[in-house]
């Protein structure tokens, strides 16, 4: 599957609320097997209950990646009209435990119901990264816990400034 271009193209999809590790593992593998990756935010102007703003979400996917072959964007809406839009084939997800194979897989076959041609690559996270999700990244920083090693660098500094002005309001 490429693009007019003769590119393979790929969109990385979340809420990277913040990016970690875990996600850059993913982007790392999937640039073995495509040219381009976009990282895509997942935001919902509605309700949207993340702690950094899409903005400042797609500067730190940028900060941490650092490569012309990755891109980093925000969307609303449904997904295969990002992909599609945004030129690309296929959508990559990462699979941790066992634990996420449900949800993924129904969001598979919803994506594939709505646009056949597009195709879901699942990439395993590496066994370093199998137990971090941004979820309990952002618990353990606000309860004072080390997350060195588990969130790029940059990240780990907006994440502990974030949490230093929340707790001030
Ligand atoms: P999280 O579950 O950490 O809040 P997202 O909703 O931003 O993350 O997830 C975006 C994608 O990244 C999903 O496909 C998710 O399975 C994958 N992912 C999240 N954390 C990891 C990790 N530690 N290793 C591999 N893939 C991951």
């Known amino acids: 599957m490429k693009n007019p271009r003769g590119e393979r193209v790929?969109?990385?999809?979340g809420s990277f609320d913040p990016f970690t590790n875990g996600h850059l593992?993913?982007?790392?593998?999937?640039?073995?097997?495509?040219?381009?990756?976009?990282?895509a935010v997942a935001f919902?102007?509605?309700?949207?209950?993340?702690?950094?703003?899409?903005?400042?979400?797609?500067?730190?996917?940028?900060?941490?990646?650092?490569?012309?072959r990755v891109v980093a964007d925000a969307f609303s809406g449904l997904?295969?009209?990002?992909?599609?839009?945004?030129?690309?084939?296929s959508i990559v997800r990462g699979?941790?435990?066992?634990a996420d194979f449900e949800y993924e897989f129904q969001m598979a076959m919803m994506n594939r119901h709505l646009r056949p041609r597009i195709e879901t690559i699942f990439i395993m996270a590496s066994e370093a990264h199998f137990y971090t999700s941004a979820r309990l990244v952002k618990e353990v920083a606000s309860l004072g816990g080390d997350v060195t090693g588990l969130i790029p660098a940059g990240v780990?500094?907006?994440?502990?400034?974030?949490?230093?002005?929340k707790t001030a309001r």
Not at 44 to 68: C, G, W
Not at 95 to 98: D, I, M, P
């Open 79 to 89: 997904l295969v009209d990002y992909v599609e839009r945004s030129g690309a084939q």
């Open 156 to 165: 780990r500094r907006r994440l502990v400034r974030k949490l230093k002005e």
């Open 25 to 39: 593992d993913i982007v790392e593998r999937s640039l073995e097997i495509f040219d381009r990756v976009i990282v």
């Open 95 to 98: 699979l941790r435990a066992v």
């Open 10 to 13: 790929a969109v990385f999809p």
């Open 44 to 68: 919902n102007a509605a309700k949207d209950s993340a702690l950094f703003s899409p903005q400042e979400r797609v500067e730190m996917i940028l900060e941490a990646t650092r490569t012309p």
